[in-house]
């Protein structure tokens, strides 16, 4: 079974950066996306950063020109680049990684899911 292994978080005070970093266990073909998503505590998951295969890129409106999502499908890397850290960004961020492929008439998708990782942002 393939896992999802992230690494980056700890604590950091207002304005402080974080680097987020994700890697699969074993190979991952056909990967149609990565993302990065955080859960607040007492709320529901929420997406926010995503990157397709073909290199688009989506960012939550509260974390627009911060957070830098980078990585590299075929390598099954995913990075996340968190500078300006505010205390709502407090979470526990998880990596996502969704794979798609076709044959025939058949289609395979599967998500993958990384165990999560603490952010804390505290003066």
């Known amino acids: 079974q393939v896992h999802l292994f992230e690494s980056g978080g700890g604590m950091v005070q207002p304005g402080g950066s974080l680097r987020l970093s994700c890697a699969a266990s074993e190979k991952i073909w056909y990967i149609n996306n990565m993302d990065w998503y955080r859960q607040h505590p007492g709320k529901e998951r929420e997406l926010v950063a995503s990157?397709?295969?073909?290199?688009?890129?989506n960012y939550v409106d509260s974390v627009k020109g911060r957070f830098t999502i980078s990585g590299d499908s075929a390598e099954n890397t995913v990075y996340l680049q968190m500078n300006n850290l505010k205390p709502e960004d407090t979470a526990v961020y998880y990596c996502?990684?969704?794979?798609?492929?076709?044959?025939?008439?058949?289609?395979?998708?599967?998500?993958?899911w990384g165990q999560g990782t603490q952010v804390t942002v505290s003066s």
């Open positions: 996502h990684m969704y794979s798609r492929s076709r044959k025939g008439w058949d289609v395979y998708e599967k998500d993958y």
């Open positions: 990157i397709s295969s073909g290199g688009n890129i």
